[in-house]
């Protein structure tokens, strides 16, 4: 996938989706479909909310881990309990809900994101990049960080996918499948 020959695609959660321009940026991707990516903020204070919101969303989930077997297994516990990133949340089973969340405590990437990092204007593009941002994003709200990526990004094409919260693979994984088709001329 970082041949500069294949097109990238990440159509994972936002800290992938900045991965991807990247390595657009420095060559290594021949199209790139970013479903509302990180790294679009502008000072401490932008930085904060999303990442403040991540760390509670993780301890909280530390917290609740030994009671989520039991928990999961209700969709209205799972549609509540997803709701900062998905509004179907109860589309997944109990086991992706735990995989989600065995995954969520192991990573721990949000936890290296710096006030000082961020992703930088990228005028003109090296591969077309598609910026796929969530109509109803809680995390990484488009009218406010979609905004700083389209003006960092200028030429990007923008897409707002409606009806789908921050992860739109659980909201609606078929609008995100022809989104990623779209971008790259796949086919299904």
């Not at 990442?51 to 209205?76: E, G, V």
């Amino acid at each position: 996938m970082t041949s500069a020959s294949t097109d990238l695609i990440w159509p994972g959660t936002h800290s992938v989706g900045w991965i991807a321009i990247e390595l657009a940026r420095r060559g290594r991707a021949a199209s790139v479909c970013a479903f509302s990516p990180a790294g679009f903020w502008w000072d401490r204070a932008s930085h904060r909310r999303p990442a403040q919101a991540i760390r509670a969303s993780r301890a909280f989930t530390r917290l609740l881990r030994p009671a989520a077997r039991f928990a999961a297994r209700s969709a209205s516990v799972r549609r509540l309990s997803l709701r900062p990133v998905a509004l179907h949340g109860d589309r997944l089973t109990a086991a992706q809900v735990l995989d989600m969340i065995d995954d969520c405590l192991d990573c721990r990437f949000m936890d290296e994101y710096r006030p000082d990092e961020w992703a930088h204007p990228l005028d003109p593009l090296p591969c077309p990049v598609t910026l796929a941002w969530a109509q109803l994003d809680r995390l990484i709200p488009a009218a406010t960080y979609g905004s700083t990526a389209r003006q960092r990004l200028p030429d990007a094409t923008w897409m707002l996918l409606p009806d789908v919260g921050h992860i739109p693979m659980i909201d609606d994984p078929d609008l995100v499948a022809r989104t990623i088709l779209g971008v790259t001329g796949g086919t299904a």
